[in-house]
């Protein structure tokens, strides 16, 4: 049986703070698999085009100044509906809209720095988890 797949970003603030083990906790609590996992730190360039569909927003020169300013988590995880689900979980965008008991809600401290990216569509979520992922670093799991 094929699960799906999406991508997350644990984003420099919940580094940071010291949040990924939570926010991992939370992730896995809620039924995801972790397929592919590293910590890494965007470069400039890396930013510029992991978001150059934000490029001719206002708000674009300080998310990649964001985005590269300490380390990230970058992972793929595996459910059944994983991208809907994942974004049940972290939550609206504002922390400030967001459902009780998600991600954003507990860790994120603004709009700006809101702890963690979840992938849009399941298109985006194969262009993300590629753009940080080789083939070989995803893991398949199989059910007996």
């Excluded at 699960?3 to 939570?22: C, I, N, Q, Y």
């Excluded at 996992?37 to 964001?66: C, I, N, W």
């Excluded at 963690?116 to 995803?138: P, Q, T």
């Amino acid at each position: 049986m094929r699960t799906d797949r999406t991508f997350t970003m644990l984003k420099p603030d919940s580094v940071e703070k010291g949040h990924v083990g939570a926010i991992l906790e939370k992730i896995t609590a809620s039924g995801f698999r972790i397929v592919a996992m590293k910590l890494t730190q965007m470069t400039s360039d890396d930013a510029k085009a992991f978001y150059a569909v934000h490029s001719e927003r206002p708000f674009y020169g300080e998310l990649v100044e964001y985005m590269t300013r300490g380390p990230i988590i970058a992972a793929i995880l595996e459910k059944n509906n994983a991208m809907e689900d994942f974004r049940t979980l972290i939550g609206a965008t504002n922390p400030a809209d967001a459902a009780e008991g998600t991600i954003r809600k507990l860790y994120a401290a603004s709009i700006g720095e809101n702890a963690v990216h979840g992938s849009d569509s399941d298109e985006n979520a194969a262009i993300e988890g590629a753009f940080h992922f080789s083939g070989r670093e995803m893991f398949c799991y199989f059910r007996m």
